[in-house]
């Protein structure tokens, strides 16, 4: 064998089309005496590996970038609604809420229902001592009760008579946020 030219040590295994492991080639580099050969390895990726590859990644991002988008953080204007309705509650604007709120709040309930609603709540749970963002997720819906752009904000929260869970279901309107649903859960409650 003359120097620089290849000899093939191995045979076809029939796989070389997936993940070739090493196409082992031998130089014999001593000048053609075979006691000292130096393997070079190339491996190869095929092409339908490689389109799998590529499918799978684009299928992962447009997962990720969903119409509902969970965040860690609130933006400024859904959390300043947020403690707008908080505020609200504290210093019992029952009524302030409740005009305030998405049409979809006055038409799950009447005036004299969130009034009675509220008070049920303040008398068993008291006043809220502090909260903790548990979630917050971004919604866009064509459809459905809450139509357009929504945010869901889950805090787990400590009141003067217990703990619960609370959350605040806002809708944009017009380019404001407003109060579609509020829901606390506690076992005080019970």
Same mark, same amino acid.
């Given at each position: ?15 070389? =089309?997936? #993940?070739?492991?090493?196409?082992? +080639?031998?130089f014999y580099a001593s000048g053609g005496k075979p006691p000292f050969p130096t393997l ?8 339908? &590996? #490689?389109?799998?590859?590529? @499918?799978?990644? &684009?299928? @992962? ?12 953080? &609130?933006?400024?204007? +859904?959390?300043?609604?947020? =403690?707008?309705?908080?505020?609200? @509650?504290?210093?019992? %604007? ?23 609603? #509220?008070?049920? /709540? ?5 006043? +809220?001592?502090? %909260? ?11 459809? =459905?009760?809450?139509?357009g752009r929504a945010y869901i904000v889950t805090y787990q929260t400590k009141f003067q008579n217990g703990e619960g869970m609370e959350t #605040?279901? /806002? &809708? ?19």
């Amino acid at each position: 064998m003359q120097e620089g030219k290849a000899q093939s040590c191995r045979k076809s295994q029939g796989w070389e =089309g997936w #993940f070739t492991p090493a196409a082992w +080639v031998a130089f014999y580099a001593s000048g053609g005496k075979p006691p000292f050969p130096t393997l070079r390895f190339s491996t190869t990726l095929s092409l339908s &590996v #490689f389109i799998g590859l590529l @499918i799978l990644s &684009v299928s @992962i991002f447009a997962f990720a970038c969903g119409l509902q988008t969970e965040r860690r953080g &609130v933006p400024a204007d +859904v959390e300043a609604a947020v =403690g707008t309705v908080s505020d609200d @509650i504290a210093a019992e %604007r029952y009524e302030k809420i409740y005009n305030e709120a998405s049409e979809l709040w006055r038409q799950d309930a009447t005036l004299e229902q969130s009034v009675a609603t #509220f008070k049920t /709540l303040h008398s068993r749970l008291g006043q +809220v001592e502090n %909260r903790t963002l548990q979630s917050a997720t971004e919604q866009q819906n064509s459809g =459905g009760p809450l139509k357009g752009r929504a945010y869901i904000v889950t805090y787990q929260t400590k009141f003067q008579n217990g703990e619960g869970m609370e959350t #605040f279901t /806002l &809708v944009e309107r017009n380019g404001h946020w407003l109060l579609a649903r509020y829901f606390v859960n506690s076992t005080a409650l019970k």
